[in-house]
T-cell receptor, first 113, second 112 residues
Framework: NAGVTQTPKFRILKIGQSMTLQCTQD?????MYWYRQDPGMGLKLIYY???????DKGEVPNGYNVSRSTTEDFPLRLELAAPSQTSVYFC????????????FGQGTRLTVV | GDSVTQMEGPVTLSEEAFLTINCTYT??????LFWYVQYPGEGLQLLLK?????DKGSNKGFEATYRKETTSFHLEKGSVQVSDSAVYFC???????????FGTGTSLTVIP
């Protein structure tokens, strides 16, 4: 029972490099989310998607891009990494049905040096 | 807009002490309310939830009651254990929405 799977678990990037954080879910959820969690802070929504082909900005979208070509996958792209993007990134998904919870991946710890 | 405010931490308790973490919310309509727990180095896991007024969510000895009159969803446990040391997040989702709103998290450390 995989749930939400994120890869990689850890990554170190140099300033200006790019990378894609992968997220896949096997629960056939319509909604998917990307959050970042800075040390000692709560969660900030980066982007979310309500279904394949539909994405929308969250609270902190600058410096990131997403796509949703399938129900299962919701990759997050960093084009020009900056030290301010050092954080732990969480992907989550939820059902379209009301009153249901979000399910989280284990997170990707990213350091930009 | 919708929001969640929860008690600032960190909280340090001795084993077997009583725990309360306060959470209040602002939302239109009738949101569902959640408590999530995050253990070190891990993602968030659902601890309990309540979907309508006066519902009580419970799990692993933790409880929270959905109080619409006070817009609150306080987390309680009668006797904490060292293994309860974690960060706890209060959250809501509107019944017509698709975005989750999280509190800032409360770090709990339980000492033997």
């Amino acid at each position: 029972n995989a749930g939400v799977t994120q890869t990689p678990k850890f990554r170190i990037l140099k300033i200006g490099q790019s990378m894609t954080l992968q997220c896949t879910q096997d629960m056939n959820h319509n909604y998917m989310y990307w959050y970042r969690q800075d040390p000692g802070m709560g969660l900030k929504l980066i982007y979310y998607s309500v279904g394949a082909g539909i994405t929308d900005k969250g609270e902190v979208p600058n410096g990131y891009n997403v796509s949703r070509s399938t129900t299962e996958d919701f990759p997050l792209r960093l084009e020009l990494a900056a030290p301010s993007q050092t954080s732990v990134y969480f992907c989550a998904s939820s059902s379209r049905e009301s009153n249901t919870e979000a399910f989280f991946g284990q997170g990707t710890r990213l350091t930009v040096v | 807009g919708d929001s969640v405010t929860q008690m600032e931490g960190p909280v340090t308790l001795s084993e077997e002490a009583f725990l309360t973490i306060n959470c209040t919310y602002t939302a239109t309509g009738y949101p569902s309310l959640f408590w999530y727990v995050q253990y070190p180095g891990e993602g968030l896991q659902l601890l309990l939830k309540a979907t309508k007024a006066d519902d009580k969510g419970s799990n692993k000895g933790f409880e929270a009651t959905y109080r619409k009159e006070t817009t609150s969803f306080h987390l309680e446990k009668g006797s904490v254990q060292v293994s309860d040391s974690a960060v706890y997040f209060c959250a809501l989702v509107a019944n017509t929405g698709n975005q989750f709103y999280f509190g800032t998290g409360t770090s709990l450390t339980v000492i033997p």
